[in-house]
């Protein structure tokens, strides 16, 4: 079962682009990386998912390594609503572990 | 709109009773997933249900049970309530056969256990 490790936190201001990188060294050959992004007292809502190199929405870019032990989600020009926790996922939908995931504060 | 809802939004009740969340998934999800999320904790997973059958279990206590019903809709029963089983509680749902772990959350259940 792969565990992740994201940042307890991070601070960027409005207009930058964020990365966020969360470890999963243990990943198995079937995992999927699949981020999550949750406001205060609402569920998560599905952001991104890949498998490896790079997918990009019209939200986010991920960006997988070819040896896929970390990922790092992309969020370009934040602006003050993107201000969540994120969460990064690895696995398939027998066994999920959320974790503590990433606070992300945008300032003005 | 997740397309996914849950039943009732809010709900207070006191130490020692039985309640039943609701959850009713997208349109076409066969999967049903149930999550615990205390104050400022990270999302806890409960259990999962495809078409009708448990598939995994999380960290579910046995005073909680759960099931899915022909028309795919689950719920989520907590019994011997305590105070520290207050918590928002979220269904997500998705679509069998899609690699990966897309899911999709409803708005939650927060329950205030006095």
């Known amino acids: 079962l792969a565990k992740t490790t994201q940042p307890i936190s991070m601070d960027s201001y409005e207009g930058q682009e964020v990365n966020i990188t969360c470890s999963h060294n243990?990943?198995?050959?079937?995992?999927?990386i699949t981020w999550y992004q949750q406001f205060p007292s609402q569920g998560p809502r599905f952001i991104i998912q890949?498998?490896?190199t790079k997918v990009t929405n019209e939200v986010a870019s991920l960006f997988i390594p070819a040896d896929r032990k970390s990922s790092t989600l992309s969020l370009p020009r934040v602006s003050l609503s993107d201000t969540a926790v994120y969460y990064c996922l690895v696995g398939t939908d027998d066994k999920i572990i959320f974790g503590k995931g990433t606070r992300l504060h945008i300032l003005p | 709109d997740s397309g996914v809802t849950q039943t009732p939004k809010h709900l207070i009740t006191a130490t020692g009773q039985r309640v039943t969340l609701r959850c009713s998934p997208r349109?076409?999800?066969?999967?049903v997933y149930w999550y615990q999320q205390s104050l400022d904790q990270g999302l806890q997973f409960l259990i999962q249900?495809?078409?009708?059958?448990?598939?995994a279990k999380g960290n579910i206590l046995e005073r909680f049970s759960a099931q899915q019903f022909p028309d795919l809709h689950s719920e989520l029963n907590l019994s011997s309530l305590e105070l520290g089983d207050s918590a928002l509680y979220f269904c997500a749902s998705s679509v069998e056969g899609v690699e990966g772990n897309e899911q999709y959350f409803g708005p939650g259940t927060r329950l205030t256990v006095t």
């Open positions: 249900y495809y078409n009708g059958e448990e598939r």
């Open positions: 243990n990943i198995a050959t079937n995992d999927y």
């Open positions: 349109s076409g999800d066969l999967s």
């Open positions: 890949g498998y490896k």
